[in-house]
């Protein structure tokens, strides 16, 4: 037993809060979570051409769910689509003008999580706790992740 207690509580309950805050922060953008993910794989991928399948591989998420996403996506005006460059039957996701705008204000909105999680905080103690949480994932052998969590997961 550690000094303090149990933490796996503790973190639980951190990364829920911290999820819960960023959900509402996203709504006011017009996007849900898995939304938010989904846009900004686009946009830090926009050197090469997208497809559904790569968000499947890349968030593990099924056809289906993939493809409700995209759908909501595309009827918010946040991507569109167009025939594959080799294949006419693939369809290459594009994200749009408003996408790349709500994207912006996404990143601004979880910027102000973060900063709302750690305020109260010297620069030092930020430095230690980031520190700390890194030595704890290496303990366990996690490494960050890009695909949300099941709260955050959408359902067709």
Do not use: W
């Not at 749009?96 to 103690?125: C, F, N, P, Y």
């Amino acid at each position: 037993m550690n000094c303090c207690g149990h933490i796996g509580a503790k973190l639980r309950t951190l990364s829920a809060a911290f999820a819960q805050e960023a959900n509402r922060r996203t709504a006011e953008v017009g996007l849900t979570g898995s939304q938010a993910f989904f846009v900004g794989y686009l946009i830090h991928h926009r050197d090469q051409p997208v497809y559904p399948r790569d968000l499947e591989r890349e968030f593990e998420f099924s056809h289906p769910t993939v493809s409700g996403i995209l759908s909501r996506l595309e009827k918010k005006g946040f991507v569109t689509f167009r025939a594959g460059e080799t294949d006419k039957r693939r369809k290459q996701i594009l994200v749009t003008e408003k996408g790349l705008q709500a994207h912006d204000a996404v990143i601004r909105q979880l910027d102000a999580v973060e900063t709302q999680a750690l305020s109260g905080m010297s620069r030092q103690e930020i430095a230690e706790f980031h520190r700390l949480l890194s030595l704890a994932m290496q303990n366990l052998g996690a490494t960050v992740s890009r695909k949300p969590s099941a709260e955050q997961e959408e359902t067709p």
